[in-house]
């Protein structure tokens, strides 16, 4: 989850409380399973587009706390069930 200002601007405070929230960890922390690790970085290059959550190797930009937390929902539910990488709906 980028933190830098222009995301932080956007409301990636919010986005990054309702990952957590779904996931069940805070920040720097990996939830139960060892599928999902939440960190914090700075700027991913987007900042127009913020607030901007990296998954693996994909960025999903525009998000909100409501945007993120059905996709993080469907993002555990599918990596829970498959051993392929996760992926964001
Ligand atoms: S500030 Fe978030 S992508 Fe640049």
Redesign the pocket.
């Known amino acids: 989850m980028?933190?830098?200002?222009?995301?932080?601007l956007l409301g990636?405070e919010c986005v990054t409380a309702e990952i957590a929230s779904q996931l069940g960890i805070g920040v720097g922390e990996t939830d139960r399973d060892g599928m999902f690790t939440l960190v914090e970085v700075?700027?991913?290059?987007?900042?127009d587009?913020?607030?901007?959550v990296m998954v693996n190797d994909a960025w999903h930009e525009c998000q909100t706390a409501e945007s993120v937390g059905s996709c993080s929902t469907a993002c555990a539910r599918t990596a829970r069930s498959s051993s392929a990488g996760v992926t964001w709906p």
Do not use: N, Q
Not at 42 to 47: F, I, S, V
């Open positions: 980028c933190r830098t200002l222009s995301c932080a990636a700075e700027c991913l290059g987007a900042c587009r913020g607030p901007v």
